[in-house]
């Protein structure tokens, strides 16, 4: 285990101070792809801080859906053939909790802001 302060911590604060103390001063062209790189910052925080437990989430589902072992990758890819083909659509018991909850973890990290994933989080 590594010392204070974690990488999602590091990188928050790096994309704090551009956002808070550098941005402010810079205009044009250079803004725009310094607000892209914050950007990025901020969704790699949230990788780091969101994706182990969405991850783990999700491949709990899966094994139980597809009552089947093995990693994310694998069980994501006998999902996708098993719908490809048929075997499986939105009436199997299961799919669509499983693939709304996939979908609302996926926003948590690439699009926080997404007016209907706030929606959504309203309504539970």
Request: proline content about 3%; charged content about 15%; aromatic content about 4%.
């Given at each position: 285990m590594q010392d204070e302060p974690r990488p999602d911590e590091l990188i928050k604060a790096v994309a704090d101070f551009?956002?808070?103390?550098?941005a402010p001063q810079i205009t044009g062209h250079a803004a725009f792809k310094l607000r892209v790189g914050i950007n990025a910052l901020d969704l790699v925080t949230r990788q780091l801080t969101l994706a182990g437990h969405s991850d783990a989430d999700e491949l709990a589902r899966l094994k139980e859906?597809?009552?089947?072992?093995?990693?994310?990758?694998?069980?994501?890819?006998?999902?996708?053939e098993r719908?490809?083909?048929?075997?499986m659509d939105l009436s199997t018991p299961g799919l669509r909790d499983h693939l709304w909850q996939t979908t609302l973890a996926k926003l948590a990290v690439d699009q926080?802001?997404?007016a209907s994933y706030r929606r959504e989080l309203g309504q539970k």
């Open positions: 551009l956002r808070d103390h550098i859906l597809l009552g089947a072992d093995g990693s994310l990758r694998e069980l994501n890819t006998i999902l996708s719908i490809a083909s048929g075997a926080p802001n997404y």
